[in-house]
């Protein structure tokens, strides 16, 4: 079975190849205001709602409500409204013990859910440096971004962050590719770059889609200064062996949730997959302080 960020990705080239124009795929344009070189993206929210992405505009949809039930106790730890304070609690960080198990799926649509909240801004950061897709699934051409920062501490976050067309939500693309990417993940300057973050937006959920636990030790230390984690896994695919050590690499994050991604669903005709990606979640917290 091939990835959902895979079959997400075709579905929208299917749509381009129809016709459905991508305004993503456009020049992006540049706005100067007072302190800063502020940039705007077009998101074409019909092709992703036809791709099984959550959008703001489209109708009712099961996809959507399973994300509202999984957005609400984060946006809660996140504004320090749960049972106690948590560090960082505004960075979320979500990821898998391996590739293709559709955390990158997941945390656009955790983005997108979001991002309709009244009280609340969004920032969705790549930080799968080594395989970024966001861009590539949400329609957008790649470019400056995470890695830069890590780089250069004199540039400032705001002129790298890409506004949408979804009034609440912002990008922060992974950046001008780099041969060291990944370990760049756990400098002191990328640890910099989080608390900075963390402390400069503190009305703003920001969303981390990172490369997977067992694939890159520096996720690991990503992990270390996320406030909380949403570890996804795919059902009847990952192994509980794998799950479990990519459980015991995230000890020190206050809070750790699961996702069950692809779990089958009994319908009148039999077991089905829903709409193949997020149809039958599960969803479960451990919230124990570190």
């Not at 039930?69 to 960080?93: D, E, F, H, T, Y």
């Amino acid at each position: 079975m091939s990835s959902l960020i895979e079959q997400a990705a075709l579905r929208l080239e299917q749509l381009r190849q129809a016709g459905a124009g991508v305004p993503g795929e456009a020049p992006i344009t540049h706005a100067m205001g007072a302190n800063s070189l502020s940039r705007r993206v077009d998101i074409d929210l019909e092709a992703l709602a036809k791709a099984g992405i959550v959008s703001p505009n489209a109708p009712r949809s099961a996809i959507a409500d399973q994300f509202r039930v999984v957005k609400r106790p984060l946006i809660g730890n996140a504004m320090g409204k749960g049972a106690s304070p948590i560090i960082n609690g505004n960075l979320i960080m979500v990821t898998s013990a391996l590739p293709g198990e559709g955390k990158t799926f997941t945390a656009i649509n955790l983005a997108m859910s979001m991002a309709t909240e009244l009280d609340y801004t969004v920032m969705l950061v790549d930080a799968d440096v080594a395989r970024p897709s966001v861009m590539s699934v949400l329609g957008l051409p790649a470019g400056a971004g995470l890695l830069d920062l890590v780089l250069d501490d004199s540039m400032d976050l705001s002129s790298m962050l890409l506004k949408t067309n979804v009034d609440k939500l912002t990008l922060l693309p992974s950046g001008t590719p780099h041969p060291r990417a990944t370990e760049l993940l756990a400098s002191d300057a990328m640890i910099h770059l989080l608390n900075d973050m963390a402390r400069r937006y503190t009305d703003r959920i920001i969303i981390f889609d990172s490369p997977p636990l067992l694939l890159a030790t520096e996720a690991r230390v990503l992990a270390s200064h996320m406030g909380q984690i949403v570890m996804v896994v795919q059902a009847e695919r990952t192994l509980q062996s794998d799950v479990v050590l990519a459980l015991s690499t995230i000890d020190a994050c206050p809070v750790k949730l699961m996702l069950l991604n692809q779990a089958r669903t009994v319908s009148k005709g039999g077991y089905e997959y829903g709409y193949g990606h997020v149809y039958g979640y599960e969803f479960g917290c451990d919230a124990q302080q570190a």
